[in-house]
């Protein structure tokens, strides 16, 4: 039974890009929550998807958005990179009705 | 100022000692749970806990919810190099969605041989 999965693992972008971020949910588990990790920080909720839609929202900016496609998996966009922007980027899965999270590898997103 | 504030940030200790670290705040959460992240990799659940005053034991852990569900501990029994990594509280505040969870800023062991 495969977990969490994400892609890339690594990223190196340039200040004003674009970048999109892939995370498949473990089996059976229909919602994914985006959370991002600055070093030496504990995970910040960046917003959560069900059902395809944007069920809750962090205190993040517009520039972050995201998508949850018909087999639960998901996307995090984010637009016009600041430099603030590198992190980890963590995927997390569970069940609607449960409190328990399955957290992917994350993605190591550099801005230069 | 943080939610969820976990104490120490550091620790370091011989292999065999015991130890507790904590996670405190002034909000109430409908349910705690912890994480174990190692570098480079995503946290790792260690337990849930959802009833004020619940203890859990998960071999040499071992894990209190408070009494008013506003702060928790976790224990570590003759710890051993294994244990080391960085610890994290995360809670969901009463009233918010499972699966938003606020994270604390984390206690990293160290357990050295």
């Known amino acids: 039974d495969a977990g969490v999965t994400q892609s890339p693992t690594h990223l190196i972008k340039t200040r004003g890009q674009q970048v999109t971020l892939r995370c498949s949910p473990k089996?059976?588990?229909?919602?994914v929550s985006w959370y991002q990790q600055a070093l030496g920080q504990g995970p910040q909720f960046i917003f959560q998807y069900y059902e395809e839609e944007e069920r809750q929202r962090g205190n993040f900016p517009d520039r972050f958005s995201g998508h949850q496609f018909p087999n639960y998996s998901s996307e995090l966009n984010v637009n016009a990179l600041l430099l603030g922007d590198s992190a980890l980027y963590l995927c997390a899965s569970s069940l609607t009705s449960t409190y328990e999270q399955y957290f992917g590898p994350g993605t190591r997103l550099t801005v230069t | 100022t943080q939610l969820l504030e976990q104490s120490p940030q550091f620790l370091s200790i011989q292999e065999g000692e015991n130890l507790t670290v904590y996670c405190n705040s002034s909000s109430v959460f409908s349910s705690l749970q912890w994480y174990r992240q190692e570098p480079g990799e995503g946290p790792v659940l260690l337990v849930t806990?959802?009833?004020?005053?619940e203890v859990k034991k998960l071999k040499r852990l071992t894990f209190q919810f408070g009494d008013a569900r506003k702060d928790s501990s976790l224990h570590i029994t003759a710890a051993q190099p294994g244990d080391t990594g960085l610890y994290l509280c995360a809670g969901n505040k009463v009233g918010t969605n499972a699966g938003k969870s606020t994270f604390g800023d984390g206690t990293t062991l160290t357990v050295k041989p």
């Open positions: 806990v959802v009833t004020g005053g």
């Open positions: 089996s059976g588990h229909d919602t």
